[in-house]
């Protein structure tokens, strides 16, 4: 996997992002309505995700909001609404 959003996904994005991200870690496509879990995710994954996303992103992602959120397009959302743009 390349790590680069699907076509119609904004590389620039938070989703963008979060998914491209994802999508390496797990070494598969993933989508905004995925679990994070239902996904094969654990505690490793969620440092490594976070780790990821830390070097793509304007801070730092939290291991447990990660592992925490209902899918990974909620996780965006929540984000957003602390100001970080999507």
């Known amino acids: 996997m390349s790590g680069v959003p ?3 996904r904004a590389a620039g994005t938070v989703l963008g992002h ?3 991200a994802a999508s390496e870690v797990f070494e598969r496509p993933v ?3 995925d ?3 239902d996904l094969g995710g654990d505690s490793v994954m969620a440092v490594e ?4 996303l830390a070097e793509r992103l304007p801070f730092e992602p939290d ?6 959120s209902e899918d990974l397009g909620t ?3 929540r984000w957003a609404e602390t100001g970080v743009p999507t």
């Open 6 to 8: 699907e076509p119609g």
């Open 18 to 20: 979060l998914l491209a």
């Open 31 to 33: 989508g905004p309505a």
């Open 35 to 37: 679990n994070f879990f």
């Open 49 to 52: 995700l976070s780790l990821r």
């Open 63 to 68: 291991v447990l909001e990660i592992a925490s």
């Open 75 to 77: 996780l965006a959302s």
